[in-house]
């Protein structure tokens, strides 16, 4: 069913009449297509579920490459981004091609699920905003980070979980605890693979996240168990490239202070709550979708 919204996102894309934008969309990498695989579950592989999905996918991929500049990020999903390989500006107007043409495309929605759509992607911009303000040096401040991650990945999970319940007829409001959960405990799941994986796995720069700026939610439970010494230390790596030994010491600290496995239980416990969520409602698989991405390593 999935090929059907790759096909979908390829005819919105022709209908622009542009064979460079054809190119330059060929060349995006795919992704796991989490957002599509949501919508296609919760409502079925109908025609409207499909532009849905790929409506969806096509801010979701406009967002990605207006982060990649953003973060200075030359790789994605294992490849060369497209700010890399055709420039900065190449890679700003094929989002906003992208994002526009989905948005003209939710238009032609019921106003309850474009505007579900819409508000989600108000909050996305939001959420990347504060994440590039907390990044100006290191946050131990779990609060702030946790309401980053909701508005800047799972506002638009939220969303997508919702709006495919409104066109199903079923409760919005179990779909949308559905989401968000999900969505938080995939951000929560990103930040321990990036301290947990290699390059290779991860198809971007291993244990960047610290050197970028971003102090994740391991880092500031690392935070909170490290004495005086050591928190001094942690936050002074912020901002920085680090070194072998560095890195060693971070993989070190986090195991012994438990702040990796803290984490993960953070996210874990979201994540039951929305597989119960799910289970409630007899969607098997949507609780399947939940347990696969809690245990993965990719
Ligand atoms: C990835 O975060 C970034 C996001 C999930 C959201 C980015 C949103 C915008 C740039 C707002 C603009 C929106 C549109 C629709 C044009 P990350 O950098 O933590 O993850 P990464 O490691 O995958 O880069
Ligand atoms: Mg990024």
């Known amino acids: ?22 190119k330059l969309f060929e ?23 499909v532009r849905l999905a790929a409506v ?24 060369a981004s497209l700010n890399a390989t055709e420039g900065s500006k190449q ?9 526009s043409k989905g948005f003209e495309e ?8 474009a505007s579900t759509v819409a508000r989600a992607v108000t909050q996305l911009s939001i959420g990347e905003l504060m994440d590039v303000r907390l990044g100006d040096r290191f946050n131990p401040d779990i609060d702030a980070y946790m309401r980053m991650i909701y508005q800047k990945t799972a506002a638009l999970i939220e969303a997508t979980a919702a709006a495919a319940a ?8 179990i779909y949308a605890r559905y989401g968000r959960n999900l969505g ?40 909170e168990a490290l004495d005086e010494a050591g928190r001094e230390k942690l936050a002074a790596l912020h901002g920085r490239k680090l070194g072998e030994e560095e890195r060693n010491w971070i993989k070190a600290m986090m195991e012994e202070t438990g702040a990796l496995r803290k984490a993960y ?18 969607e098997e698989s949507l609780a399947e979708i939940v347990t696969a991405m809690i245990e993965r390593d990719f």
């Open 265 to 282: 239980l953070h996210a874990r416990e979201l994540g039951e709550e929305a597989a119960a969520l799910m289970e409630g409602e007899g």
């Open 56 to 79: 969806i996918e096509m801010i979701h991929a406009a967002s990605l490459l207006h982060d990649d500049v953003i973060d200075d990020a030359t790789t994605r999903r294992g490849v």
């Open 166 to 173: 409104l066109l199903a007829g079923k409760d919005e409001k």
């Open 1 to 22: 069913m999935l090929e059907s919204v790759e096909a979908q996102m390829r005819a919105f894309i022709e209908e622009l009449e542009n064979e460079e934008i054809v």
């Open 184 to 223: 938080v405990a995939f951000q929560i799941i990103d930040d321990i693979l990036d301290i947990t994986q290699t390059s290779e796995q991860l198809g971007k720069p291993a244990m960047h996240d610290l050197e970028e700026g971003k102090t994740t939610l391991p880092y500031i439970y690392l935070y």
């Open 27 to 49: 060349t995006l990498p795919h992704g796991k297509r989490l957002r599509a695989k949501l919508v296609l579950k919760v409502a079925g592989g109908g025609e409207e579920a």
């Open 106 to 113: 939710l238009t032609a929605f019921d106003r309850a699920v």
């Open 91 to 99: 890679a700003i107007m094929m989002g906003d091609i992208l994002y």
